[in-house]
């Protein structure tokens, strides 16, 4: 009686390692990749139209470009 006890606490013991030892081994989860976020950073062209990226922008009065032409001309 006394070794079938032993035995469960050893397995629940190995259970419980096990279960700390996967959650050490497994890489943690990758972030998820926000599209709406990349589609929010978009701007329009005040001139043609153009959608342009948040670092492409040309910024004149407050108003986005999508090139020199755009915003000069
Ligand atoms: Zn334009």
């Known amino acids: 009686m006394?070794?079938?006890l032993r035995t469960i606490l050893l397995v629940?013991?190995?259970l419980w390692l096990a279960r700390i030892a996967w959650?050490?081994?497994r890489p943690p989860p990758a972030p998820p990749v926000r599209q709406e976020e990349a589609a929010h950073t978009l701007s329009r062209?005040?001139?043609c139209g153009t959608l342009i990226p948040q670092e492409m922008?040309?910024?004149s009065q407050d108003k986005p470009f999508c090139s020199t032409t755009?915003?000069?001309g």
């Open 57 to 59: 922008t040309l910024w």
């Open 23 to 25: 959650r050490w081994l």
């Open 12 to 14: 629940g013991l190995a």
């Open 2 to 4: 006394l070794n079938l």
């Open 70 to 72: 755009c915003r000069d």
């Open 45 to 47: 062209c005040s001139r």
